[in-house]
Every structure is written in structure tokens, then in C-alpha cells.
Nanobody
Framework: QLQASGGGLVQAGGSLRLSCAASGRTSSSYAMGWFRQAPGKEREFVAAISRSGGSTYYADSVKGRFTISRENAKNTVYLQMNSLKPEDTALYYC????????????????WGQGTQVTVSS
């Protein structure tokens, strides 16, 4: 089970840190990713991190503003979001990928329930 938290309402230019806690399994066995879905749009990839944390991947739209990290000892993955923009408003999902890199929705094995991020202008 993946439990995402940390969403909220923030002004443009502000910051939020999302957390995703994994229970019932060892998260170090999974690449982890964050995806988001804005109203009326399809869910899209945001960021992913390898099992060891040594490799990270970002969508172009968030590169330089968001940072993904993980603490395997705590079975937790984080998404630090800085310089937030109104277009970052979405429901953010964490995801676990057993066999691949955590960047493709079709390869995700487990999804969290989502946490809402709203950025006001």
C-alpha cells in the first residue's frame, strides 16, 4: 500500500514537499515515481527514482524545480516542489514499479491514492 501526503494550497512561487510511505513491502525493491492528473487532462509522468536512489528522471515541465528523493530505511519517497506554478495544480500520485524505471504508467505495479496540490496565481 502506498500512502501519499503533503498536498495543499500554495501561492505561485511557493513550495510543497510530498511524501509517499510504502507499507507491506520493501520499497527498495521498486523504482518509485510521481505522476499527476490535472482536471480534464490525462495523467502524466512527473519524476522517478531508481531503487538505490542513484538515478533520477524528470519531466521537462518540472526539471530544475522539483526534486525526487527516497529514504529506503523509512520506505518513503519524497517530491520537493519549488517555484510552483498554477499549471502544477493536479492530483499527484506516487507509484511503484517492480521491474522497470518508474517512468511509464503502463509498467506501474502499485498506485497510491493521490494527494491534491493547488497553486493559486
Amino acid at each position: 500500500q502506498l500512502q501519499a501526503s503533503g498536498g495543499g494550497l500554495v501561492q505561485a512561487g511557493g513550495s510543497l514537499r510530498l511524501s509517499c510511505a510504502a507499507s507491506g513491502r520493501t520499497s527498495s525493491s521498486y523504482a518509485m515515481g510521481w505522476f499527476r492528473q490535472a482536471p480534464g487532462k490525462e495523467r502524466e509522468f512527473v519524476a522517478a527514482i531508481s531503487r538505490s536512489g542513484g538515478s533520477t528522471y524528470y519531466a521537462d515541465s518540472v526539471k530544475g524545480r522539483f526534486t525526487i528523493s527516497r529514504e529506503n530505511a523509512k520506505n518513503t519517497v519524497y517530491l520537493q516542489m519549488n517555484s510552483l506554478k498554477p499549471e502544477d495544480t493536479a492530483l499527484y500520485y506516487c507509484a511503484a514499479d517492480r521491474y522497470y524505471g518508474g517512468t511509464s504508467q503502463g509498467e506501474i505495479d502499485y498506485w497510491g491514492q493521490g494527494t491534491q496540490v493547488t497553486v493559486s496565481s
